[in-house]
């Protein structure tokens, strides 16, 4: 079969670059080895809310219609919102339809499934950023008699083996499931690494509200200082709870959560934990008011008033944070590694990859297969790249590139009024 261009993966990221696509009269076909929206419906626990409010959720085309902007979407919600906005875009789409293989000819490439081949100019991998749950080498050591999982393998704390549970990791993950499962009433220890502190609220305003309005989430990757520091840190320790309740640490200590210190190794059936827990808390804390204080002298240029200034309570470490952790002693029954997530692109047979196993590229553009494009990826392009409301800019960015690189003409109304 012959296309112009192959979008691979029908979540977010792929239906933006369709929509983009179509409005510029680019000829391509959609694959997705699941349906729409396939990581929602397979890779999260049941529980998950968005920790972006609704007005938060705005794809090409599409924004929230609803009476409760301010609000955060169920896991239901935010499938039947992507099958909303597939009708919406109507792509051209293959479901249960994986790719096994992207390779280069030559004037293009070759993408393979198991319902055929597809000979095409161009390349978008909208695959997520997300895939595969990390699992770190020292989960090897672990006792026989604890469990193991990762949060795509977590349903909800009824499901997990009796006794305590040891969260390993602070972002996002681990400190929306360490909050869930302490209190749903089983003792949680977490182990905390560097981590990005954040509060839902300031000012009387969300969060997502000032880093939208200040423009943080709009800043560039070609603006920061350093990009592969930027793309590495940590999600926001936020959720998106109806009580638009913290889930920082010093709201999960105040649940009962234990804090421990990063999870450095594990011998003889004891876990080794870093000595850097005070450290790591600090500089958390002096991140948050240094973004804190990038708000307030933004608020005070543009006159939004509010709620008058705060700084939060610094975050809470006991006094000497223990060094070791028996499991057995310490009733740990289960251990989930909230450690990260990464892409898979083993199916991906052109040489674009780093030692670390994530593409080269240039702001989505994979310059040494030109082409070849990347969408959906932390800090891609914007500071907001990974979410759903920024993967539409850059789909616009990169199918304005991917259309250039095809020699094609942009047109369609959409198109120009989106480009002015
Ligand atoms: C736990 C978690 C919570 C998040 N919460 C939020 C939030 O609250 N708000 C927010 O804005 N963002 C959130 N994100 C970030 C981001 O919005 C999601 O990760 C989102 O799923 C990314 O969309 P995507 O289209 O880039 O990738 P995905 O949704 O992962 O879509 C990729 C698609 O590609 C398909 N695919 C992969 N490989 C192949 C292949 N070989 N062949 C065919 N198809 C393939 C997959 O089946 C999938 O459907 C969260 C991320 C995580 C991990």
């Known amino acids: ?73 169920t896991l239901p919600e935010t499938i039947a919102f992507l099958e909303r906005y597939a009708r919406l875009v109507s792509p051209p789409l293959r479901t249960h339809c994986r790719v096994t293989s992207v390779r280069r000819t030559v004037d293009g490439y070759e993408v393979a499934t198991a319902q055929g081949t597809w000979d095409c100019k161009a390349v978008v ?24 999982l ?21 972002a996002a993950t681990g400190a929306q499931l360490a909050d869930e499962i302490q209190r749903a009433g089983r003792p949680v220890t977490l182990a905390v690494g560097e981590h990005v502190r ?13 880093m939208n309005a200040a423009g943080l989430n709009d800043e560039r990757y070609d603006e920061v200082e350093n990009l592969t520091r930027a793309r590495s840190l940590p999600s926001f320790q936020l959720a998106g709870h109806p009580d638009r309740r913290n ?17 450095a190794g594990i011998r003889d059936g004891k876990a080794q934990l870093s000595g850097s827990l005070r450290n790591v808390c600090e500089l958390a ?39 070791g952790l028996d499991f057995e002693r310490a009733g740990i029954r289960t251990i989930i590694w909230a450690t990260g997530f990464r892409p898979d692109y083993s199916w991906l047979d052109i040489p674009v990859l780093d030692r670390k196993g994530n593409i080269r590229h240039d702001g ?13 990826l932390t800090f891609l392009r914007r500071r907001k790249s990974s979410l759903m409301d920024g993967v539409g800019d850059d789909a616009r960015d ?11 003409r942009s047109t369609g109304a959409d198109a120009a009024a989106a480009d002015a």
């Open 125 to 148: 991998l909208a695959t997520g950023g997300f895939n595969i749950a990390q699992r770190p080498k020292v989960s090897e050591a672990v006792p026989s008699g604890v469990a193991q």
């Open 398 to 408: 990169l199918s304005a590139h991917l259309a250039a690189h095809l020699g094609a």
């Open 285 to 323: 804390d002096l991140k948050l008011n240094r973004l804190l204080n990038r708000i307030d002298e933004w608020a005070a240029e543009n006159g939004v008033s509010g709620d008058p200034p705060h700084r939060p309570e610094p975050t809470r470490i006991e006094a000497a944070p223990p060094l």
């Open 1 to 73: 079969m012959r296309t112009t261009a192959v979008i691979i993966g029908a979540g977010q990221a792929g239906l933006a670059m369709s929509w983009w696509f179509a409005a510029r009269s680019i000829d391509h076909v959609v694959l997705e080895r699941g349906e729409v929206a396939n990581t929602w419906r397979t890779e999260r626990w049941p529980s998950l809310t968005l920790l972006t409010p609704n007005w938060q959720s705005r794809l090409p085309g599409f924004g929230y219609e609803g009476d409760d902007p301010d609000g955060f979407r």
């Open 150 to 170: 990762t949060p795509d393998q977590y349903r909800n704390p009824e499901s997990l083996q009796p006794g305590g549970v040891l969260v390993v990791g602070a």
């Open 364 to 376: 989505g553009v994979v310059t040494e297969a030109p082409g070849l494009y990347l969408l959906g």
């Open 247 to 263: 889930i920082d640490l010093n709201a999960l200590t105040s649940l009962g959560v234990k804090l421990v210190g990063r999870l």
């Open 198 to 210: 954040a509060c839902r609220t300031y000012r009387g305003k969300d969060m997502q509200w000032w």
